[in-house]
């Protein structure tokens, strides 16, 4: 149908991706509803992290379309995508160790404001950038760290501060990759309630391990196995799915 | 510029790109193996030089001295690389400076031993004489340097393919961590290479005494010119080194030769399209990251 | 404001300079303090974007060679000269710079000393056009707007290097502290986070390798009108290996580290060339030590002390300057 995906804000058609022999996705396609919480599922090496890659243009796609509000984007740089709305988290934590909290929040900030560009005036006088990166902080209760450097920050502050950071550019879409990865249950906790508390019109797409969590959180689901979709639809329904019993929730 | 011109050009650039390929060697396969840009090889180099130079006046001997510039160069790498293995190792930033520091005080050092003059090594008596080759004449001991490193070319890159111990140092060369995983002691094979590089490029600095001389400067010299044929050659490459020392040193003599006024880029400009157009060297498989 | 506040002081403390020292040592300052704005704009590069470069001599030598056969061959106006040779430089940056900051870490350092070759190779051996060797001679001073102040006295030219040299670490510094100065150092923690961010990581490089060129061409100029000759000697990639260690001895990224160890380095070597042949291997050793005993350079002391104090490790800002590899 002409509109089957009208309410779509990120869709994904018939993606594939090899390195080398190895078939990492498998003409992949599925639809991210404006405004959901979108989970992507699958055991390791189900190709998750490369489907983010691929939709954020850190890897190109070999076949196939990734569309963000019905504009073909698969041949654009990360950069350029970023500054689309589509702005992401890695595994595992990639921020700017040797900057203080406040400046990994501010790299963010300025971006969104476009004074990213500026190259004579001091950063710190930068008042209303400052004031959104701290909004930021405040928002995820980091702003206590304001002025600490990023490496001497526990991990499950990163992690935040990795969402945060993200945020700083107001996203349209956020690509959450394992945000709980290596966490402790109270940090975990945490985190669930910073995804939770994101504004409704946010589209979130989650790649996570844990199935509490993503049960928890998604209201959609993705499940990919060995490069390949092999479910996809409403939380509830993927999670009865038969297939996805076996391959996925059965070795649990 | 008759052909009798082109042919003594082609055989000079034979002759450089014979020595070359000695101290290339073991620069790219260093490199390869442990990600390290040696820039104090080119001391090893001149330390061989040096040390033959002594050994020859003291003898008189051709023989002693290429003994003694290769285990003089081949124990100070082993110094060398014992003392500074855990900083080698460590991040380029580090390594450079530090092969660097090492180069500079190297290259004083000799400058005290040694004094300032260009010093120069007799060929061995056999060698000491001219040949006819299609009609020109040209000294025996430079075909004697090509020959030899056809040869020992040959040697090295069959060793490299063949023998155990090449295969062990090119699975260490191409995945690290799998190596050792596999039980092999990766640092050995580094120290051995690192040694075996290290007394080539002595070796080298002997052999070309009677070629290029022994002097102060001909170390960083050296040393350029290696890094060009790594880069030409693609990283951690034997075959690829060989090929690119011959390409370099004909293209060396022939740019002198043709084009004296912008020699230089004549070598350079080629190394560097190479290295942004095709980062994996001519020959290679291996980026410089 | 405190950051240009020391700059004015400093550069006050520096003007009056002449009032005490010889001759001499007014002509070992002008050039102590052209060698360390170079350094200070090479941090950029180096300590700032996490690049290394061994052969920013290149733009050093070509805006002076530039600005040096304009006005020997064309006589043109040693001000039009200037502009003329940083021109160049900054031209032949952007035009290089492109391609060559895709390669990262060691391969950018071969490429970068390759360049650095080339062009030493076309002074040296071009010999009609450059001089070879002899390099060019007969260098006149830009003629200065107020008819009293005569740029042949040694203290004016003091002034006038002075007066630029203020100006550009003015610039650097403000440059450095701006939202693009933040951006070159989240390229150096993390190329990926700022590609997610949206930020141009490649255009971020080509700007800080341009950036440190430009300030190389610039100190390029003020030495080679001080010395009223330019030559090969200002495009060896032994000068380009010396800023890049006063760099590291001075604490990549600092700014102010580098800029010390600089000059300083300028200092202790004319002194150690005049009373020995050993200025080489105090170089060499000076590198040896840095990175065995001061990983951080000078700037890392006061935190050193500082952090002894409240008994914390000191950052690793060395290390993470290297890119890969960097263990803390």
Known sequence: MFDANGGSILTVSDVSVHFGGLLALDRVTFNVARGSRHGILGPNGAGKTTLFNVITGFVSTQAGIVRLNRNDISALSPHRRAR????????????FKDLTVLENALLGALVRLGHHRNALRAARDDSQAIALAYEQLEQLHLDH???????????????????AVSLALDPQVLLLDEPTAGLSHAETHAVIDLIRNLPQSLTVVIIEHDLEVVFQLADHLTVLHYGRRIADGLTQEVREDPVVREVYLGTD | MDLRFWMFQLLNGLTTGALLFFVAAGLTVVFGLMRILNLAHGGLFLLGGFVGWSVQQATGSFTLALVAGAVAAGLLGLILQQAFSRTLLGSPFNQVLLTLGIAFVLNNAYLALWGGAPRSLQAPEIFARSVSVYGITYPAYRLFLIGLAFVSGTALIIFWERSRMGAIIRACVDDRQMASAMGIRVDLVFTFVFVLGAMLAGLAGVLG?????????????????????????????????????????????????SFPEISYFTLFVPVILILLLRPKGLFGRFTGE | MRRELLILIAAVILALLPRFISTYWVGLMTQALIFGAFAMGLDLLVGYTGLLSLGHAAFFGLAGYGAALAITRWSLDPWLAAGLGIGLSVLVALAYAPL????????????????????????????????????????????????????????????????????????????????????????????????ALGYNVHRRKVTAFVVAAAVGAVCGILSTYFNKFVGPGSLDWRLSAQMLLSVVIGGPGSLWGPFVAGSGLFIIRTQLVGETQRWVMVLGFLYIITVLVLPGGLASIPVRIRNRRISTLPSGTFDSTGGEGGDV
């Open chain 1, 145 to 163: 760290l304001a002025d600490m450097p990023v490496q001497q920050v526990s991990y499950g502050e990163q992690r935040q501060l990795e969402i």
């Open chain 1, 84 to 95: 689309l709305g589509l702005v992401r988290t890695f595994q595992i934590t990639t921020l």
């Open chain 2, 209 to 257: 005494g009677p070629v290029l001389g022994v002097s102060i400067g001909l170390d960083f010299d050296v040393l350029l010119l290696a890094i060009v044929v790594m880069v030409v050659g693609g990283i951690g490459s034997l075959a690829g080194a060989f090929a690119a020392s011959m390409l370099v040193g004909l293209v060396d003599t022939f740019g002198r030769a």
């Open chain 3, 100 to 195: 060559a900051v895709r390669l990262g870490g060691l391969a950018l350092l071969t490429v970068t000393l390759a360049f650095g070759q080339v062009v030493w190779g076309l002074a040296t051996r071009w010999t009609t056009f450059t001089g070879g060797e002899n390099g060019v001679p007969g260098v006149s001073r830009p003629v200065l707007p107020i008819s009293s102040l005569d740029i042949a006295d040694p203290i004016i030219y003091y002034w006038f290097s002075l007066f630029w040299i203020v100006l550009l670490v003015f610039l650097i510094s403000r440059f450095a502290h701006s939202p693009v100065g933040l951006s070159l150092l989240g390229v150096r923690d993390s190329e990926t986070r700022m590609l």
